[in-house]
């Protein structure tokens, strides 16, 4: 665990006004599969919605960041040097911090990894394989604020509120969230290498 408490994960998620996953469900009777009681409106693109970045450890949330436009490599480096940056030099001041990311083309860009080679002295960049979002609890942060996000009342109306309401729930997770979730992570490796590449209950 002394370890895993070194790690700093992140990644991006992106937040929909309106959750369009195709498995809306309507119990009906015969004859009633045109009424609109038994019907949902489409809406395009789930009505607009926001990317974040985030990242955590075992000591704190680092503040998370609104992605203004698609993210590129010269988005994710401003990213890193504004955000991470201090984040990292806060919580591991010794510089034995480890930040993971995946392999995301912005985050293996050239300009990307030319800018952590030149910070290893602070921090550590960790090797992450392909295809494995059993091993990121981030996953399950962002699980968390959808959740949370979805139960709000009244629905969200709009882009402004859909990233106030995000901002507030990842600014009130508790510490016991994410530390329960850095500490899963020695139950999370045994699952997936048990599992010989298939999925995990994680």
């Known amino acids: 665990m002394d370890e895993w408490k070194r790690d700093a994960w992140s990644d991006e998620f992106r937040f929909l006004i309106h959750h369009v996953d195709g498995r809306v469900r309507v119990r009906r009777r015969p004859g009633e599969q045109l ?24 000591a ?17 480096l401003n990213i890193i040097a504004d955000h991470l940056h201090p984040y990292m030099a806060f919580i591991f001041p010794t510089g034995n911090g480890i930040f993971q990311q995946d ?16 910070h ?46 995000c901002l507030d729930i990842w600014y009130n997770l508790s510490p016991v969230t994410y530390q329960k979730l850095v500490a899963s992570m020695p139950r999370r490796v045994a699952a997936v290498l048990k599992a010989k590449r298939g999925a995990t209950l994680y």
């Open 120 to 165: 290893t002295d602070e921090f550590h960049l960790m090797s992450w394989p392909p295809n494995s979002p059993d091993l990121n609890p981030m996953e399950h942060i962002w699980d968390i604020t959808e959740r949370q996000f979805r139960v709000q009342t009244p629905p969200c109306p709009n882009i402004s509120t859909l990233s106030d309401r």
């Open 35 to 58: 009424l609109p009681s038994c019907t949902a409106s489409h809406t395009q693109a789930g009505g607009g919605g926001i990317m974040l970045w985030g990242t955590f450890s075992w």
């Open 103 to 118: 392999n995301a083309p912005c985050h293996k860009a050239r300009i990307v990894l030319e800018w952590f080679e030149e």
């Open 60 to 76: 704190a949330l680092a503040p998370v960041v609104v992605v203004e436009q698609t993210m590129k490599a010269a988005n994710y």
